[in-house]
Each structure stands twice: as structure tokens, then as C-alpha cells.
């Protein structure tokens, strides 16, 4: 049966579209042909790393603390906590962290967060879902650490948010974006102490006016950049819990490692 005309129209147009955007694709990539976005070398398409690339990134595997997700020398047995955890309880359930924050990758993920490279958000949506495929599942509410309005402003876009959609495409988790909030202005974090980072971000994170209802009960998983201290994922943690959140998780897609 022939389709009517305004149904044969919308199919039209969905092919002229998808020609355009492959055409668009190849024009781009005769004009300016994709490379990795660590080595610069040649790719097969965007987003892409090359094999030297692959081996330059040190992805976070097993074995590893089984509560922060800090990486672990030796082989341990399964369950495996930390000093670190063992002595200071963390205000969240379990962390994990996809890739080794080094040389190797901070030139990327710092152009993502202050050199608008938001292209490389989609490659990043991966290495989340690799590292948090234990902990997210189609019913966690994904909560991305919030910005300050101001800086919010200052950067247009909140990097932590960018990621929270990438890793909700790849595993399909429920975006909840207003969950949380930062009413108070923090100091940059770069040169502190671990002790000043947890005075700095004391009570400067809170629950979003509304947000309790979805909060209450639910699992809710924090998304960050880099996992340093952990001292911004406890303030988000610590808010969620008081909220009455049932488990709280975190997935960065750094994290600092001390040599």
C-alpha cells in the first residue's frame, strides 16, 4: 500500500538528512582527517585512539579497592578495602575511576573542561561506562557534581553534567541533572591539601530545592572529572545521604594516583 503523501515526505527528508550528514562527515575528513586526540596520530574515524595511544593510558582495573576504587599494587582478594577506607569510612558506597589521571591524560581532560573540546565527550561516555559497568544500571539516577553559578557562567557548560550524558547514552542510566546544587562559591582545589579541600567544600554542596521526592530512596550515582581527594564526592555523598538516598555510588573518569 503507497504511503501517504505526507508520510512519503517525512521518509524523504530522513534520507536527505542522513545523506547530508554523511556527506557533511566525508567532506570533514578529506578536509581534516580524524586523529587521536592523545598522540595525533591517524584514525579510522573521531574519537578513536590509536594503538599508542592504548598503551600510554593506563586504564583502572583490578585488583583495587573494593570501597574507593584506588588501584592496588599487588593482587588482592576480592573485597579487598584500603587503608585509607579502613581508617576514614567514605560518605559513598563504592567509587570507581576509568583511566589513571597522568601525563598521558591530563592535556584531554583539561581541553574538555576549559578548551570547549566537548567532542570528546561521546570517548569519555566509554571509558566511564568501562570503569562504572558494576555499579550503574538502567534504574541509577546519574547526579553530575554541580557548578557554582558563577563559574557555571564562566565555562558555559558544566563539564561533570557533559559527562553524566554521555555515560546515561552508553548504559541508558536516568539523567538527574537538578539533583544537586552548590549554593556557596568554593576556591579552586588545584594546590590544596586534602585537609583544605574537605574544609573547602564543607557544606557548600546541598540537595536541589525539589530534588528530596526523587532522591528518597533511590540509588544515585555522582559523576566527576577527576577523582582527587575525594573530598568533593563525599560533599555530594554526604547531601544525597541526609536527602535519604538508599546507595550512593561514584564514576570519575580520573583519578589522581599517589606514586
Request: charged share 25%; proline share 7%; with cysteine.
Amino acid at each position: 500500500m503507497a504511503l501517504p503523501p505526507c508520510r512519503r515526505y517525512a521518509a524523504l527528508m530522513a534520507t536527505l538528512k542522513t545523506f547530508a550528514a554523511g556527506f557533511a562527515r566525508g567532506a570533514l575528513d578529506a578536509i581534516a582527517p580524524p586523529v587521536c586526540p592523545v598522540t595525533g596520530e591517524p584514525v579510522s574515524e573521531p574519537g578513536v585512539l590509536s594503538y599508542r595511544a592504548w598503551g600510554a593510558v593506563r586504564f583502572i582495573d583490578d585488583p583495587m579497592c573494593d570501597r574507593c576504587g584506588a588501584p592496588y599494587a599487588r593482587q588482592a582478594d576480592e573485597g579487598y578495602v584500603c587503608g585509607a577506607c579502613l581508617a576514614i569510612e567514605p560518605a559513598f558506597d563504592q567509587a570507581r575511576a576509568a583511566v589513571v589521571y597522568d601525563d598521558a591524560v591530563s592535556g584531554l581532560i583539561l581541553s574538555f573542561k576549559h578548551g570547549d573540546r566537548t567532542d570528546l565527550a561521546p570517548l569519555f561516555g566509554r571509558w566511564l561506562a568501562r570503569a562504572g559497568r558494576e555499579l550503574v544500571t538502567a534504574d541509577s539516577l546519574l547526579a553530575p557534581v554541580p557548578l557554582h553559578w558563577r563559574r557555571r557562567i564562566g565555562r558555559r557548560f558544566n563539564q561533570s553534567g557533559l559527562l553524566a550524558d554521555a555515560l546515561a547514552r552508553e548504559v541508558g542510566g536516568r539523567m538527574g541533572r537538578d539533583l544537586l546544587r552548590r549554593p556557596r562559591a568554593t576556591k579552586p582545589m588545584r594546590e590544596m591539601s586534602a585537609d583544605a579541600r574537605r574544609r573547602n567544600v564543607s557544606g557548600a554542596i546541598t540537595p536541589a530545592p525539589g530534588a528530596s521526592a526523587l532522591i528518597k530512596g533511590a540509588h544515585i550515582v555522582i559523576v566527576d572529572d577527576v577523582f582527587t581527594s575525594g573530598a568533593t564526592i563525599a560533599a555530594c555523598a554526604r547531601a544525597l545521604r541526609r536527602a535519604g538516598a538508599a546507595r550512593i555510588d561514584a564514576v570519575t573518569l580520573a583519578r589522581v594516583v599517589k606514586s
